[in-house]
């Protein structure tokens, strides 16, 4: 029951989507081609004549894989905050959604169902502009896909319960300045990790995306061992499940009143 | 409760029924019945507690104490199957303002498990219902408030409930939309469906409801169908002419115990069925004995504020 009460509220998300796709789309595909161009190409000719690349690797091969799980980070975060504390607190839809047969667990679960679905769309699209800059070209790169994809949940579920109990968006804004950008720039998507100073290094590799950004980067290059890709799969699973898990209580203590 | 013929079985029925919010007692051991096919009001100001009473019966809220059966069922236990066969129309419209009026029917009728050929064929019989069939693709955030809530009304009614339940459904409309709105609550009940609402209008208690209760501050103060209420609560009565700045107003007074006026400006507690901005300069003709009037020789002032 609850997987067909979760599908509506998918359905109800795609039925919103259908006038957006578009400029979602075009989203999707311009800022990868833009800061691949830009990046990859521009100013790694640089980097890969000043140090060889990273690591033996050419720039944009080091970066592309790396931006996209940081990139479906930055999807997750703001579909999860700004839109979702709308939904509850500004339209009230959510009022009107629980007066039918659906349940807060079933709510819960189909946001996270759309979030994974526009997740994958962008990640998809993301790994289309790789293969144009033949960045992507062995079918392990596709793992890349729905490990974006695990690594946008793996803040999706956190981030669902934190706007859970928020009345307005200001500690939300500090979250994109402290949390989000930070790690966007600094997470390992730009330059390996390893240049940080040591304890920032710690920090990195305790959140998701540090764990992301090395599973997507691993099945792009075709260098990550099983069981580090494993250990990666875990820490981002075990975000998102942790995140499901708190989110529920939350939103229900929110919504049921 | 004692087993009946289920088509005469009370449709809600509450008993000692509470809701606190921590230390606020919103609703304070109400007890009511409500017969399948009638129309029953709460009527009462704001922060009455006809909301939270609303908010149980739909089973959204959760009861703090008492009992409370809808189609004879616990709403903890089955919530879910008695939202289904409900339709909610709350005081503020919850709209999906993504979306365009017909999209709002049609996805809502999804969450009733409806197959999409049916939503848009009921989508479209209740457009021409609530005469918002010309707006069908509009954005919802184009409509005016009237409008609005008929597509409200509208989306409550796309699963064909047996029970209809509206919190102040007329409150904040202009008088064209009310009777709009009145007109087709009353084809509702024509049709047999049920209705409950709120509502703190007299005259729209009057016009729609077969029975009320009145409420205050959790708990109901009197109950009756909108004559017996009317008429006992006038023994006594006494009337005032209101002289205002521009014309007369002939205002009754009804000394009806425990229910005040939301504006307590005037030092009678009373119900305006038109509470217009205006000065009171009270000069009693005293028609019988009745609550105790301020004193008739000195002329006093007072403003109420409109409602």
Known sequence: MAVYAAARVVEHNALVFRRLWRGSLTVSFFTPLFFLASMGLGLGGLVNRGSGGVGGVP????????????????TAAFECTYPLLGKIQWDHIYDAMLA?????????????????????????????????????????????????????????????????????????????????????????????????????????????????????????????????????????????????????????????? | MTTQDPDFAPLISARSLCKRFGELIAVDGIDFDVARGEAFGFLGPNGAG????????????????????????????????????????????TLDLELTVRENLIIFARYFDLPWAVGRKRADELLEFVQLTERSKDKVDDLSGGMKRRLTIARALINEPDLL??????????????????????????????????????????????????????????????????????RPRRSWNFVSSATSHR??????????????????EFCCTRPTEMRLWPRCTDSGSGPKAPSCAAARSRTCSSG
């Open chain 2, 165 to 234: 339940l509206l919190d102040e459904p007329t409150t904040g409309l202009d008088p064209q939309a009310r009777h709009l709105v009145w007109d087709r609550l009353y084809r509702l009940k024509q049709r047999g469906t049920t209705l409950v609402l709120t509502t703190h209008y007299m005259d729209e208690a009057e016009q729609l409801c077969d029975r009320l209760v009145v409420m205050d501050k959790g708990k109901i103060v009197a109950e009756g169908t909108p004559r017996e209420l009317i008429e006992h609560s006038t």
């Open chain 2, 251 to 268: 205002i009754s007074i009804i000394g009806w115990t425990g229910w005040s006026s939301e504006r307590r400006c005037c030092p009678i």
């Open chain 1, 100 to 257: 039918t047969p659906l349940a807060v667990r079933d709510l819960l679960l189909g946001e996270i169902a759309w979030i994974a679905l526009r997740m994958l769309l962008v990640a998809s699209i993301f790994w289309i502009v790789m293969a144009l800059f033949g960045v992507a070209h062995t079918p392990e790169s596709l793992l890349a896909i729905p490990a974006a994809t695990l690594t946008g949940l793996s803040f999706a579920t956190p981030l669902i319960a934190f706007t859970s109990t928020q009345k307005n968006d200001n500690v939300m804004s500090a979250i994109f300045r402290i949390v989000i950008t930070p790690l966007f720039l600094f997470g390992g998507a730009f330059f390996p990790i390893s240049r940080l100073p040591g304890v920032l290094q710690a920090v990195a590799w305790a959140t998701p995306l540090a764990h992301g950004v090395a599973l997507s980067r691993g099945f792009v290059l075709g260098n990550l061992a099983t069981k580090e890709a494993a250990v990666h799969v875990l820490v981002l699973l075990g975000y998102t499940i942790v995140g499901a898990v708190i989110a529920q209580p939350l939103l229900a203590r929110r919504l049921v009143k």
């Open chain 2, 50 to 93: 006809k909301t939270s009473a609303m908010r149980m019966i739909a089973s959204v809220s959760p009861i703090t104490s008492g009992t409370l059966r809808i189609f004879g069922k616990d709403p903890a236990r089955h919530g879910v199957e008695i939202r289904a066969r409900l339709g909610v129309v709350p005081q503020a419209d």
């Open chain 1, 59 to 74: 720039y944009i091969d080091f970066l592309a894989p790396g931006l996209l799980a940081a990139v479906t980070m930055q």
